[in-house]
């Protein structure tokens, strides 16, 4: 009878100090920085080839690049949409392929060459793929594009989706 006493004992003790641990609150970790004399830095950037070329890629200009679909009576109904920074002078998606998946890999069954705005910092669109068969699996892809400070496309893919009604 002691031994089951002394170890609900130490269980609840061993317990009770885990969740006291787990409890505790953790800071993070602070940095205080102040500007002086010694931390002001000049820094000289100069054009310098050094025997191989090196490109600078610009950063992303395009955000939610999306591919939405559908599987509704009228078959496989998918919408597009593509966002920009700010106003591109050309934005859009192409190369639109709907894919079935057969036995041996996947199968283009329907292709659109895809669509554009200009000076518009969206773009959003809609296809419908009729053909869609009940049952099989689809995936989607696409490029999205704009010219916003440099020209710049997004592959995007759906993944495999099982047409179900």
């Given at each position: ?22 409890a505790m609150p953790t800071y993070s970790l602070r940095?205080?920085?102040e500007e002086n004399e010694l931390s002001k830095v ?11 070329k090196s490109t600078v890629q610009p950063l992303t ?105």
């Open positions: 009878m002691k031994r089951t006493k002394k170890r609900k004992w130490s269980v609840r003790a061993l317990a009770a100090m885990l969740i006291a641990i787990l940095v205080h920085a000049d820094v000289v950037v100069t054009n310098k080839e050094i025997g191989y200009t395009m955000f939610d690049c999306e591919i939405i679909m559908a599987f509704t009576m009228e078959g496989l109904e998918m919408t597009f949409t593509t966002l920009c920074v700010d106003v591109a002078s050309v934005i859009g998606v192409k190369d639109i392929k709907v894919q079935q998946k057969m036995w041996y890999g996947w199968k283009t069954v329907f292709t659109s060459s895809g669509a554009e705005n200009q000076n518009e910092d969206i773009f959003a669109t809609e296809l419908t793929y009729p053909d869609a068969v009940n049952g099989k699996t689809y995936r989607v892809i696409c490029t999205h594009y704009a010219d916003y400070d440099g020209y710049e496309e997004v592959e995007n893919d759906t993944g495999a989706f099982k047409f179900v009604l």
